[in-house]
Nanobody, 123 residues
Framework: QVQLVESGGGLVQAGGSLRLSCAAS????????MGWFRQAPGKERDFVAA????????YYADSVKGRFTISRDNAKNTVYLQMNSLKPEDTAVYYC????????????????WGQGTQVTVSS
């Protein structure tokens, strides 16, 4: 089981940037795919981005492609989400998640979740 703690959320103006971090504990971090999800008030939790165990492959929701970048540092047991050109519609609680597998294939493979960090983008 991987324990996850997100940080880096906050309030930013539209067009600004934030970098989220997710610190993981547990020996399995470097061998599993990781993902970021978000949930806006009154909406379902949506996929944002994922990265495979080595960092060699990344995947993005269409809504964030070209603006967000997911990365990981296995030596630090940390996964990041760099968010640029933020829009008010990016406002949500962002969650980090750990997969059961090395490779990302679908959203049902994520089993460990962090508590979330709030991102608010003002217009």
């Amino acid at each position: 089981q991987v324990q996850l703690v997100e940080s880096g959320g906050g309030l930013v103006q539209a067009g600004g940037s934030l970098r989220l971090s997710c610190a993981a504990s547990g020996r399995t971090f470097s061998s599993v795919a990781m993902g970021w999800f978000r949930q806006a008030p009154g909406k379902e939790r949506d996929f944002v981005a994922a990265i495979n165990w080595s960092g060699g492959s990344t995947y993005y929701a269409d809504s964030v492609k070209g603006r967000f970048t997911i990365s990981r540092d296995n030596a630090k047991n940390t996964v990041y989400l760099q968010m640029n050109s933020l829009k008010p519609e990016d406002t949500a609680v962002y969650y980090c998640a750990a997969s059961m597998f090395q490779w990302y294939s679908d959203n049902n493979q994520f089993r460990s979740w962090g508590q979330g960090t709030q991102v608010t983008v003002s217009s």
